[in-house]
């Protein structure tokens, strides 16, 4: 509603309404900074957190909730420097507190008081619910292949890991082709976050090394 309607109490008594307004929405909500520093949450948001809402600001966005696609974010990003002001989808996961891994979409609308005002996100999370465990036959690697996927996590080249476990490069090769594979990644940098991810690689330990208790 334009300020020159109203005097200076409504606007304050509006704008009072509207964060009661925000605070009841079931649906998880924060508005961000374009950066994706979070500048207000909502109770339903700071919920997946196990928190309450005056300690999520200061946070990013980004840092809570994984995307699937860097591209995605790179997309709005993009749109915000340009000054568009549409919608942005984004598929993300995140760990709750219990453990639980979670899946769901956040809509980032960007928005501002005025139309010479700087931007903000508005951001909407849709909660999809618990991921599925990764099958068990997915991390299901030779011994090999464990050594092989620790040397490539540790920045090892494809030579250097032939010399070490003793095979030739186009066999590190199609160890590494095999495994793209079946875990259906496109490069070796995915597939090092596939193999941490399905618990093959220990994610405490450096130099990485698999994990004993994986088959």
Not at 82 to 88: A, F, I
Not at 134 to 142: C, L, Y
Not at 143 to 150: C, N, Q
Request: hydrophobic share 45%; proline share 8%; net charge neutral.
């Amino acid at each position: 509603m334009p300020e020159d309607i109203l005097d200076s109490g409504d606007l304050v008594d509006w704008r009072n309404r509207a964060l009661l307004v925000f605070d009841r929405v079931p649906v998880p909500i924060a508005v961000c900074r374009t950066d994706g520093l979070i500048l207000l949450a909502n109770p339903a948001m700071a919920a997946e957190w196990g928190t309450r809402p005056g300690r999520l600001p200061g946070r990013n966005v980004l840092e809570l909730f994984h995307p699937r696609s860097a591209d995605q974010v790179h997309r709005i990003v993009e749109a915000v420097r340009l000054g568009h002001r549409s919608r942005y989808p984004v598929q993300v996961h995140w760990s709750a507190p219990d453990g639980r891994e979670r899946h769901g979409e956040l809509t980032a609308d960007t928005v501002s008081d005025s139309a010479d005002a700087p931007l903000w996100l508005l951001v909407l999370l849709r909660v999809l619910g618990d991921r599925p465990a990764p099958r068990r036959e997915a991390a299901e690697v030779g011994p090999a292949e464990k050594r092989i996927l620790a040397l490539a996590a540790g920045g090892a080249t494809t030579d250097r890991i032939a010399r070490s476990v003793g095979l030739t490069v186009d066999g590190v090769n199609y160890h590494l082709t095999r495994l793209a594979r079946r875990w259906a990644v496109p490069n070796r940098t995915a597939l090092i976050a596939r193999a941490y991810v399905l618990g093959v690689l220990s994610p405490d330990a450096w130099p990485p090394t698999a994990r004993e208790d994986t088959p």
